[in-house]
């Protein structure tokens, strides 16, 4: 991911759910940008996993990914930043956070291991041809290698996999690159429209969620108060104004009312 990628002061952010076929839309207040050495996975000693060959293996040591083993089961990240709302995932936030977004690559070496989401933590977004084919560092498909990037919503705990195909054992290590944006949503319905009809330049991102999911469709009702902005086309703008009024309307009093 090339350093331009992140978000200025000012700019707008789109998030596409394709789950919903809509996406939410912010303006950028005010950036904070900084890095953190994370350390190796946090991979127990010990821990027994499958590996691709249909036997198992044991973790030697914390950190290590043994040749042709995965992690089957989406992880979060033990904050190593004390005071967290969650000690346990330190990218999690709760609703009350909605003035916030977290932009986050996530760099791991060595730079050959499979990579996939979870979007929540347990839930396999990866989909191939809607659900002919189900992808994921497990298949043949649907995973990156050595780095992977994700805007963080408030009230969802994103769960990351693993895998290594290679012969050899793996120590791992993390570094985070990211962005903590303070942001709000635009009021007017004009402007939404033109951001989502790409007459206004808008940072585009589609969050891997195309699976509904119940726990992610009540985070996004209770942080913002709907599950966004739906998708017209430039010829329906009467019809899309008089729906981003009602849908602005719901997000704008959890920003005005912060409940």
Do not use: C
Not at 89 to 107: C, I, K, S, T
Request: charged share 20%; glycine share 8%; hydrophobic share 40%.
């Amino acid at each position: 991911m090339q350093q331009d990628r992140f978000a200025r002061e000012g700019d707008y952010i789109t998030l596409y759910i394709p789950a919903r076929g809509t996406a939410l839309v912010f303006r950028v207040r005010a950036v904070s940008r900084f890095s953190i050495d994370y350390g190796p996975l946090p991979i127990p000693a010990g821990l027994t996993l499958p590996t691709y060959d249909g036997t198992s293996a044991t973790v030697p040591a914390y950190g290590v990914l043994p040749g042709r083993a995965l992690v089957p089961q989406g992880i979060t990240f033990p904050s190593v930043i004390p005071n967290v709302y969650d000690g346990s995932d330190m990218w999690y936030v709760p609703e009350d956070y909605r003035d916030r977004l977290f932009h986050v690559v996530q760099r791991v070496t060595p730079s050959w291991l499979r990579i996939d989401v979870q979007v929540p933590s347990g839930v396999v977004q990866s989909r191939f041809q809607k659900d002919r084919g189900m992808g994921g560092v497990d298949r043949a498909f649907g995973y990156t290698r050595g780095a992977i990037e994700t805007i963080h919503i408030p009230k969802v705990h994103y769960g990351f996999r693993y895998g290594n195909d290679s012969n050899i054992d793996a120590v791992t290590f993390v570094r985070f690159e990211y962005a903590e944006y303070t942001v709000d949503v635009p009021a007017n319905p004009e402007l939404i429209f033109d951001i989502l009809t790409r007459r206004v330049p808008s940072l585009w991102f589609t969050l891997p969620i195309f699976i509904p999911d119940p726990s992610v469709e009540s985070a996004l009702e209770v942080t913002y108060g709907a599950f966004g902005f739906p998708l017209y086309r430039a010829d329906e703008r009467v019809r899309a104004l008089e729906e981003y009024r009602r849908v602005l309307d719901r997000i704008l009093s959890k920003y005005a009312g912060g409940g």
